[in-house]
C-alpha cells in the first residue's frame, strides 16, 4: 500500500480529529516551553510528558462535545471559530482536575493552563482559516468567468452578508459600499471601504469603474425603493437586488439569491400586519370551496386557505387548463389535503348543486367573474349572466346546504361605475347584501383595485409590448389606478371574512394610486431600456366605458375603519330584495333571448349611479340597427 492510498483511505473526519490531538499535544509541549523561558535554569521540558495521555482525552471529549466536528474546513466561520474559542477555555477546565487527580499537579506550572487555551485557539483556528481562502482561491481561479466589479448599495446585515457570498463565489467583486449612514462613512465591512451616500451613486460609480450595482436593502418600502432605482438607472448600469425580508420568510426566495428588480418592488406596499389567530379560528378545520379557483386571484386564495389547516377544499373553475394547473400544484405543495376540483360554470345550477352536496363547504370564496373592462362593454350578456346571474345561483345553493360563510371577491369599479364591468359587480354586491337579510349565511363583500400581474391585467400587457419592441400602449397620460400585490390583496380578504358578521362591504385600503404612464415607463427602465428612446409610449385614448381615477366609496356608503388598519367598512345601500328578485328574474329571461339591450336597462335600474358611454352594447347595437 502506497503512502497516498493510505491517506485516501483514511475517512476526512478521521484525519481532522487526528490533526487537532496533534495540535493539542503541540500546544500543551508549547506552554510548558514559554512558561520555563524566562526562568534561570529552569527544568527541561519532555516532549511526552506523562500527563499528556490525560491531557488529549480530557481535550478530546471537549472538542467532540462542543461539536466541533460537524462543520467543513471548507466553510469554516466565525460560529467555528467560537466553537474553537469555548473548546480551549473548557478544555483547560477540563485538564486541571484530570491531570489533578493523576499526580496532583506536580510539576506542572498554573501559568500553563493559562497559556494553553490561547496556543491552542490559535493552533485549531488558522489551519481551517487557510484552508477555507486556499478553497476560495482556488474556485475563483478555476472560474472562467471574468470578476465584475460591483458597487454594493446598503451597509446593514443584508449588505454584509451579500458580501461574504460573493467573496466565497469569487464571480463579482465588491469595490465599496454606499449607504446613508453616517456612522459608517469610512468604515470598512468584512473589509470593503463604505465610500459615501446613496445620492452620490453616479459620481462613486464613475470612480470605482464599477459594472454593476447591487442592492441589499431588503426592508426599503416602495417610495424608497423608487428612489434608490431612479438613481441606479441615473448611471446606466445594470443592477440587481437581494429579495424582499416577506419573500425569504415565505420561502419564494433565498435570501442570496440576486434577482432584477421586478415592478412589484417599486409599487408594492408595506407588508400587511394580519390577525392569523382570527383567520386560522375562522378556517382551520373547515370545508372550503373557491369558485374561479383556477383564476388570479382564486389560485392565490386557495394556496392561502390551504396553508391554514383547512379540513377539504374544494376548487370551481370553467377554464380546463387552470383547474388542471392548480390541481397539481396544490397536489404537490399539500399531499395531505383532501381535494376535490370541480369542471364547470357557476352560473349552471347543477354545477353548484353537485359541487355543494358533494364537499359540504362551510365557507365559500366566491372569485368567478369576467373582469376585463373593454371587453365586457359589448358583451353584457355574458358580464350580467356570469357576474351577477351565476352569483345568485352559487349564493342560493349556499344557502340551501347551510354555508356558514359566503365571500364574494367584488372590485372598486363596482363604485359609481361607467362600464359594464363595474355595474355587474356592484348588482353581484346588492344580490348577496339582500341574502344577508334574508338568511343566516353571513353573506360579506370584499371590494379592492387593481392587482399586480394578474390574468388580463395592464402589467403582463406592458411586458409583452416591451418584449416585441414596443410601442407601450397608455390610454392616457392622467390615468391612474389603484395596486396591490396578489398575495396581499388575498391576506386582506381572507382578515376581511375573519371580521364580518354577515352584510358589510369591506374595501382595502389600497394606498396612493398609481399613473399608469409611470407603471409603463418603469416598466421600460427595469427591461433596461429607456422610455421614447428605445421603446416609445402611445397615448390612445380612453377606451369605452373606462375612468381617468377609481374609487373605493361611494358618497352615500359613509365608510368608516374597522380593527384592521387597511380595511374599511361601507354602509350598505340596501335594495328591497322582492324588487331585486323581480329584476333579475327578468334578467334571466333576457339571457336567455340574449337581449343586451333589455339587460343593459336592468344594470341602470337597479345602479341608477351607472352612467353609460358611448361604446357600450346599446349604443353600439342601435348604430348597427340604423346601418343596417
Given amino acids: 500500500m502506497t503512502y497516498k492510498s493510505l491517506i485516501a483511505g483514511i475517512h476526512p473526519r478521521v484525519a481532522v480529529v487526528l490533526h ?27 516532549v511526552f510528558a506523562a500527563e499528556l495521555p490525560v491531557v488529549l482525552g480530557a481535550q478530546a471529549l471537549v472538542l467532540w462535545w462542543t461539536g466541533l466536528y460537524r462543520g467543513l474546513w471548507r466553510f469554516a466561520s466565525m460560529p467555528d471559530i467560537w466553537n474553537i474559542v469555548r473548546a480551549a477555555a473548557l478544555g483547560s477546565l477540563a485538564i486541571a482536575p484530570a491531570v489533578f487527580l493523576l499526580n496532583r499537579l506536580d510539576g506542572i506550572p498554573r501559568a500553563v493552563l493559562f497559556i494553553y487555551p490561547m496556543l491552542l485557539i490559535l493552533f485549531l483556528a488558522s489551519p481551517r482559516l487557510l484552508y477555507r481562502r486556499w478553497k476560495d482561491g482556488r474556485y475563483g481561479a478555476a472560474s472562467r468567468l471574468p470578476v465584475r466589479r460591483v458597487l ?143 383564476g388570479s386571484i382564486g389560485s392565490e386564495l386557495c394556496r392561502q386557505v390551504a396553508r391554514l389547516g383547512i379540513e377539504s377544499l374544494c376548487v370551481i373553475d370553467s377554464c380546463e387548463y387552470n383547474l388542471y394547473r392548480i390541481e397539481r400544484e396544490l397536489h404537490a405543495e399539500f399531499p395531505d389535503l383532501i381535494l376535490d376540483v370541480v369542471l364547470g360554470d357557476c352560473g349552471d345550477a ?59 371577491i367584488s372590485s372598486d369599479k ?56 414596443g410601442p407601450v400602449t397608455v390610454t392616457h397620460p392622467e390615468v391612474t389606478r389603484y395596486f396591490m400585490t396578489i398575495p396581499e390583496a388575498c391576506q386582506l380578504i381572507l382578515q376581511a371574512a375573519a371580521l364580518g358578521d354577515g352584510g358589510e362591504i369591506f ?24 422610455p421614447e428612446r428605445d421603446i416609445a409610449i402611445v397615448y390612445t385614448g380612453l377606451r369605452p366605458g373606462e375612468k381617468l381615477f377609481e374609487e373605493l366609496f361611494h358618497p352615500q356608503e359613509n365608510y368608516h375603519p ?30 336567455l333571448r340574449f337581449d343586451q339591450e333589455a339587460l343593459e336597462a336592468m344594470l341602470c335600474q337597479l345602479v341608477p349611479e351607472y352612467t353609460r358611454e358611448p ?14
Fill in 20 to 46: 487537532d490531538l496533534v495540535m493539542v499535544w503541540l500546544a500543551w509541549y508549547l506552554a510548558n516551553v514559554l512558561r520555563y523561558t524566562f526562568v534561570p535554569n529552569g527544568p527541561d521540558v519532555d
Fill in 152 to 294: 454594493v448599495l446598503g451597509g446593514g446585515s443584508a449588505g454584509e452578508a451579500l458580501i461574504r457570498e460573493l467573496r466565497r463565489e469569487n464571480l463579482l467583486r465588491p469595490v465599496g459600499i454606499l449607504d446613508d449612514n453616517r456612522k459608517l462613512r469610512g468604515a470598512r465591512i468584512q473589509g470593503v471601504p463604505v465610500l459615501g451616500a446613496l445620492d452620490r451613486l453616479s459620481e462613486i460609480a464613475r470612480e470605482v469603474a464599477a459594472e454593476m450595482l447591487l442592492i441589499a436593502m431588503p426592508s426599503l418600502n416602495n417610495q424608497q425603493m423608487q428612489r434608490v432605482v431612479a438613481l441606479c438607472e441615473s448611471t446606466e448600469l445594470p443592477f440587481r437586488t437581494v429579495p424582499r425580508l416577506r419573500d425569504v420568510i415565505e420561502g419564494r426566495s433565498a435570501f442570496n439569491q440576486l434577482k432584477e428588480v421586478a415592478i412589484d418592488d417599486l409599487l408594492g406596499r408595506d407588508p400587511v400586519t394580519l390577525d392569523w389567530t382570527a383567520i386560522r379560528t375562522g378556517l382551520a378545520g373547515r370545508r372550503v370551496l373557491v369558485s374561479g379557483g383556477g
Fill in 350 to 408: 347543477a354545477v353548484c348543486e353537485h359541487a355543494l352536496s358533494r364537499c359540504r363547504p362551510q365557507v365559500v370564496f366566491h372569485a368567478a367573474a369576467y373582469k376585463h373592462v373593454p371587453m365586457l362593454q359589448e358583451q353584457v350578456r355574458e358580464a350580467v349572466r356570469n357576474n351577477v346571474l351565476a352569483t345568485r345561483t352559487l349564493a342560493l345553493a349556499a344557502i340551501q346546504h347551510g354555508v356558514e360563510s359566503f365571500v364574494l
Fill in 414 to 469: 363596482a363604485v359609481n361605475p361607467t362600464n359594464v364591468m363595474g355595474a355587474s359587480k356592484r348588482v353581484a354586491e346588492m344580490v348577496c347584501q339582500a341574502m344577508a337579510r334574508e338568511s343566516h349565511v353571513r353573506f360579506i363583500t370584499v371590494r379592492f383595485g387593481n392587482v399586480l400581474d394578474s390574468a388580463g391585467s395592464v402589467v403582463p400587457l406592458f411586458r409583452e409590448q416591451i418584449r416585441e419592441g
Fill in 507 to 530: 374595501a382595502l385600503d389600497m394606498g396612493e394610486p398609481v399613473r399608469i404612464a409611470y407603471l409603463a415607463e418603469q416598466m421600460i427602465r427595469l427591461a433596461g431600456k429607456q
Fill in 562 to 591: 374597522t380593527a384592521h388598519a387597511k380595511i374599511m367598512l361601507a354602509q350598505p345601500r340596501e335594495l328591497p330584495h322582492v324588487v331585486l328578485d323581480s329584476v333579475l328574474n327578468e334578467a334571466r329571461q333576457a339571457v
Fill in 615 to 628: 361604446g357600450s352594447a346599446r349604443v353600439v347595437s342601435m348604430h348597427r340597427k340604423a346601418a343596417g
